[in-house]
């Protein structure tokens, strides 16, 4: 384009050449033309240290200026008179060349210096920090204006600087704790840099900042603990004898016991007054924390039941570990390490030596102390809170101020309908609660979904329609804002029963995102979510895998409901259905029922039997109660239930039963008949019972007529 410019000028020339004729071709006056005066040019330099020149070249009689930006590049650019142009420049000085051009072609140039230069780094402002979780760690951060970056020289001989962005973080990790002359140095854009200088306290962190790990819940009897706050712990003479190379304490960490040692060389613990008896357990447990120790070892001492005497009847083996610094190491050492390294007996232990490298001068702090085995019982589905040995431990959350709502195992406080069981899961939401207030409870290993997919839960609320949120987790999964997995699967149910036991269904696969190879091992109930909370209790159990089991409801999503017929006129199947309620009223709201029809001329004994997944649970109750729809009064209804297993008789049924009446008191509509079972003398509730069976119009021939049935529980 700056080439066309010039050709152009050129073409006027020739055009006010060709313009005249050929008499009349006198140039002269061109000669007469003066080329530009009083050239120069204006500098404006930005204050920001960006660099950026606004260059304005002016000069009389100029048609045209060109500016070569002189900064080491053969770029220029044409102007017009008056006309500006920028260019960013580093700092320095620069010699920038004018040219002015006239309209034919005359031309006058000049040097003029440019010079660059940018503000060195203002108002440093340096923060250093020894880091409050890492030993021996500093944290510097340096804000300047003009500066876009900084270097930290430590003072530690040998070591090179290190480089940050100003307003950002860095960090540097001492060899030891003491005093350094530390410099920060800022940069910008300027030659010249801006320092800070200090003498900065290095120091060493000579306790833990943090908890030792929380030990999983165990169960009583797989546990033996030493040292604990989560377990029961026995009885310890001392921790800290008399012939122990070392200093002891107690002391406090975050509001949890720690047992401290300095100074140690070797210390010795004893529970001579009570000896521990081990050899039911599989391992050792410890947590420890250290400034300074690179190892330590630990020596099981076992009397062999006589007392220490010389020590020479003693058994004993001792174990080296490494450990790290600053942070909690969790060793947990199978007791078969110490059978490999000599010791012959756990029945006995009497000692526990601990040892740590340096010696003499390390500093430990010991929690968690525990023998431990496999569990005897794993928490896992289905849970009812009946057994003796698990440990139900179920924490609230979401209290009117964020904290545990309050959750308890308790004492069953209605033992009606469905549920007459000892012990339920209760949870209370108090007024203002959150509207995601719950509780949640780990278990021992991933739900096992083979059975089936869709879980029942027993609740108690006091309102009907409140809404029910079964939440179940994979812990392992990564964490969100908050710190819950990101792994989850949630279904909500609604209750339809205020102040009484019903049984609700969750089918996972509702969940978009469930999957049956997902290890889910929190469980989580909320109740009444999504409201805040009006300071209600709630309550809960059996929770488990929906199966073929009592209370039968026919409204469990995923179940398959097998009533199999006989007895009809030609001794073949009666027609039975899982069918839509046909008579929505009174007691039975439901949606879905037991049709059994009795044709006419079936046999007296006609009926429908189905098998159970499992044999009968009587911790529920004997008596067994039935929703019954007939088409007339004083209808016989017969009840049985069967041992599969027992010996079959001629008709091949089974030999172990048994069988109790009721009588239907009114016509075409739903009642509750309630068959006793320990009416029955042949009733055992050893006896695994795992066959029911319905009789409708027990002892008379058919008349062609439908029974309905629904509800089928156990119960007191």
């Known amino acids: 384009m700056k080439k066309n410019k010039i050709i152009y000028k050129l073409i006027i020339a020739l055009l006010i050449i060709s313009a005249c004729t050929d008499n009349v071709r006198d140039l002269d006056f061109l000669d007469k033309v003066l080329p530009p005066t009083n050239l120069t040019a204006s500098y404006d330099i930005t204050q920001d240290n960006t660099g950026l020149v606004t260059i304005t070249p002016t000069a009389e009689g100029a048609q045209e200026i060109q500016v070569f930006f002189g900064d080491g590049t053969n770029e220029f650019e044409i102007l017009t008179n008056g006309e500006s142009v920028q260019r960013t420049y580093k700092e320095g000085t620069f010699d920038v060349k004018i040219v002015a051009s006239n309209a034919v072609g005359n031309s006058i140039e000049i040097m003029q210096q440019l010079i660059v230069s940018f503000k060195a780094p203002q108002n440093l402002v340096v923060v250093i920090e020894n880091d409050a979780a890492v030993s021996k760690q500093v944290n510097v951060t340096a804000n300047a204006d003009f500066a876009t970056m900084f270097d930290f020289y430590s003072g530690q001989t040998g070591s090179d600087p290190v480089t940050g962005n100003i307003g950002e973080t ?89 047992k401290k040692y300095t100074s140690l060389g070797f210390n010795g613990i004893e529970t001579t007054s009570n000896p521990l008896d081990a050899s039911s357990m599989t391992h050792v447990h410890l947590d420890v924390w250290t400034p300074n120790a690179t190892e330590i070892k630990l020596k099981l001492v076992d009397f062999l039941g006589d007392g220490f005497d010389d020590g020479s009847n003693n ?35 009497n000692q526990y030596i601990i040892t740590a490298t340096p010696f003499g001068s390390s500093i430990l702090f010991v929690d968690n102390f525990y023998f431990h085995k496999p569990p005897s019982e794993l928490q896992k589905l289905p849970v009812n ?146 409201n805040m909370g009006q300071g209600e209790k709630f309550y809960f159990d059996d929770i488990e895998i929906a199966s073929i089991k009592l209370p039968v409801n026919f409204e469990v999503p995923g179940l398959t409901y097998t009533w199999v017929g006989f007895g009809d006129p030609n001794f073949g199947p009666l027609p039975t259905a899982i069918i839509s309620n046909p008579d929505v009223t009174g007691i039975n709201m439901s949606s879905t029922v037991l049709e059994i029809q009795k044709p006419s001329g079936s046999q007296v004994w006609a009926g429908a039997s189905m098998a159970l997944d499992a044999p009968i649970n009587f911790a529920y109750g004997t008596k067994v109660k039935i929703k019954v729809w007939s088409p007339r009064v004083g209808t016989k209804i017969l009840f049985k239930t069967e041992d599969p297993s027992s010996p079959k008789d001629g008709n091949g049924n089974p030999t172990v039963f048994v069988e109790i009446e009721a009588t239907s008191t009114v016509a075409n509509q739903w009642e509750e008949l309630t068959f006793d079972l320990t009416s029955s003398g042949s009733f055992n509730t050893s006896i695994n019972y795992e066959n029911v069976i319905i009789f409708p119009d027990f002892g008379n021939g058919g008349q062609g007529e439908s029974f309905y049935f629904d509800d089928l529980i156990l119960t007191n």
């Open 170 to 258: 860095i960090t540097f990790q001492y060899d030891e704790a003491g005093t350094y002359s530390v410099r920060v140095v800022a940069k910008g854009g300027a030659i010249a840099t801006t320092e800070y200088t200090e003498d900065f306290i290095v120091t060493e962190i000579l306790d833990p900042t943090t908890l030792a790990p929380n030990p999983p819940l165990r169960n009583a009897s797989d546990v033996i603990s030493l040292f604990s706050d989560v377990y029961t712990n026995v009885t310890v003479d001392t921790w800290n004898t008399s012939w122990s190379q070392a200093s002891f304490e107690d002391v406090t960490i975050n509001g949890n016991a720690v």
């Open 385 to 530: 809170f009946e057994s003796s040995t698990l440990n139900y431990t179920w924490t609230g959350f979401g209290d009117p101020n964020f904290s545990a709502i309050p959750t308890a195992v308790i004492s069953n406080p209605d033992k009606s309908g469905i549920n007459t069981t000892n012990t339920v899961l209760e949870i209370e939401k108090p007024s203002g609660s959150q509207v995601w207030a719950g509780a949640s409870m780990p278990l021992d290993q991933g739900i096992d979904f083979s059975a089936g997919t869709t879980i029942t839960v027993k609740v108690w609320s006091p309102r009907v329609g409140t809404d029910i949120l079964l939440k179940m987790e994979d812990p392992t999964s990564p964490k969100d804002g908050n710190g819950n997995p990101t792994v989850f699967a949630e279904v909500k149910a609604t209750t339809t029963v205020a102040s009484a036991w019903e049984e609700l269904s969750f089918d996972m696969t509702t969940f978009a995102s469930f999957s049956t190879s997902i290890a889910y091992k929190n469980v989580i109930l909320f109740p009444d979510f999504g």
């Open 315 to 349: 058994s004993e083996a001792e174990l080296t570990f490494a450990i790290n610094t600053g942070e909690w190491t969790s060793i947990d050492i199978p007791l078969a390490d110490f059978t490999a390294a000599g010791i012959t007996s756990f029945a006995d232990i």
